[in-house]
């Protein structure tokens, strides 16, 4: 499986302000996707990116709260915007197996808005 | 109704023994179906995938798939305290991952 990083690893920050995680893999990948899981919680998904074109929002999230940049095969961005404290989870990144259904996840960025 | 559904927790059981973790889904189409085990503090890791039905045994884990019952399960054979996670159920929907809540085993020693 790809090996995957994120950072900041975690984070304390206020709200009102903005925070932007990476996500880097080790091999280049097709589809990268966005999770946030909120504390005591399982996963959901925010959006699916794609390199060369727009991320694909689900339900409940949009691009101004969540604006995501995928330059390139092996690197993708989340940031979260003008942060609250129900913002305050770890948000995790994936990326899809080499012609599979499997996804890996990312170590994860705790994230803890005051 | 939930998407993916599992059995509550938590769910303790003696070393050595075998937990029986449900997990039922609701769209008919979902192709694609995992495990995941998530240690406190720690990202999800894939332990087990199944695509048709029947049975995947790996190691110590067993997947069970019964697409005309959407239903599928995990088996931990001779449970060890390192055994001891929250256990996520995933389907997949065309390539979108759906989770349940997950379900906590704790190993006695």
């Known amino acids: 499986s790809a090996v995957i990083s994120q950072k900041p690893s975690r984070d304390i920050c206020q709200r009102g302000t903005s925070l932007t995680i990476q996500c880097q893999v080790d091999?280049?990948?097709?589809?990268m996707f966005w999770y946030r899981q909120q504390p005591g919680q399982s996963l959901t998904l925010i959006a699916t990116a794609n390199q060369g074109s727009e991320a694909t929002y689900e339900s409940g999230f949009v691009i101004d709260k969540f604006p995501i940049s995928r330059p390139n095969l092996t690197f993708s961005t989340l940031t979260v915007s003008n942060m609250s404290p129900e913002d305050s989870s770890i948000y995790l990144c994936?990326?899809?197996?080499?012609?599979?259904?499997?996804?890996?996840f990312g170590p994860g960025t705790r994230l803890t808005v005051t | 109704q939930k998407e993916v559904e599992q059995n509550s927790g938590p769910l303790s059981v003696p070393e050595g023994a075998i937990a029986s973790l449900n997990c039922t889904y609701s769209d008919r189409v979902s192709q694609s179906f995992f495990w995941y085990r998530q240690y406190s503090g720690k990202s999800p890791e894939l332990i087990m995938s199944i695509y048709s039905n029947g049975d995947k045994e790996d190691g110590r884990f067993t997947a069970q798939l019964n697409k005309a019952s959407q239903y599928v399960s995990l088996l931990i054979r001779d449970s060890q305290p390192s055994d001891s996670a929250t256990y996520l159920c995933?389907?997949?929907?065309?390539?979108?991952?759906?989770f349940g809540a997950g379900t906590t085993v704790t190993v006695r020693a």
């Open positions: 995933a389907v997949t929907n065309d390539y979108k991952l759906s």
């Open positions: 091999s280049q990948v097709t589809m």
């Open positions: 994936s990326v899809e197996a080499p012609g599979g259904y499997e996804q890996y």
